[in-house]
């Protein structure tokens, strides 16, 4: 039985849990979600979940509930992590915002609603490295990856990166709860994430 942990201080919660559990039954594991508001539960987790939401709201109650510290020492244990839009802020090593204090675990520059703001939001097929078919990426009021630094780019938007991985930990510009499709968490989590666009 994994362990998996979604960061519950804010964002899509549910639906990441609901991702993720149906992305390791595909994968022929049993999960358990647990919701992080608080430190103590970090370590015991297998897995991570950074979601989106509210960027700078994220990061103060990460750093005052103790939490911050724990997912740097679950990256530094070589643990994955998936960090999605604000997450990815959250992750990144300059948010180029003071409000922010990153968590320096994604070696990259990011640019706040770079994309535009809610009525900008869009949806697009992206090609992904590692996936055989577009993924329907959802983007809303999405960062920007302006400075990607010792990372691998896994997909690009009008040349732009929108998903990046360094080491145990995938971020994305865009929101893969927001559609039927869980590749992304496979990608993320499991060590086979290839298989047609799968919705349950």
């Known amino acids: 039985m994994l362990r998996a942990g979604v960061v519950a201080v804010q964002g899509d919660v549910s639906e990441h849990a609901d991702a993720i559990e ?16 608080q430190s103590g539960l970090v370590p015991d987790c297998d897995l991570l979940l950074l979601p989106g939401g509210e960027s700078t709201t994220i990061s103060r109650l990460l750093h005052s509930e103790g939490i ?3 997912i740097r020492a679950h990256v530094d244990a070589g643990k994955p992590v998936l960090a999605t839009c604000a997450g990815l802020i959250v992750a ?3 948010a180029k915002d003071a409000r922010v ?4 675990i994604l070696d990259v520059t990011v640019d706040r609603n770079a994309f535009g703001r809610q009525k900008d939001s869009f949806e697009a097929p992206l090609d992904v490295d590692g996936l055989a078919e577009p993924f329907p ?13 010792d990372v691998a780019v896994l ?11 360094d080491g145990p930990v995938v971020g994305t510009s865009f929101h893969p709860e927001l559609t039927d499709d869980v590749r992304i968490h496979r990608l993320a989590f499991f060590a086979s994430s290839e298989a047609p666009a799968e919705a349950e």
């Open 137 to 149: 990426a959802v983007f809303i009021r999405a960062p920007l990856i302006d400075d990607a630094g």
């Open 68 to 70: 911050a510290a724990e």
């Open 155 to 165: 997909a690009r938007w009008d040349g732009d990166p929108v998903a990046v991985r």
């Open 92 to 94: 990144s090593t300059d």
């Open 22 to 37: 149906r992305a390791a039954r595909l994968h022929g594991e049993d999960v358990e979600i647990v919701e992080i508001r």
């Open 101 to 104: 204090d990153p968590l320096g």
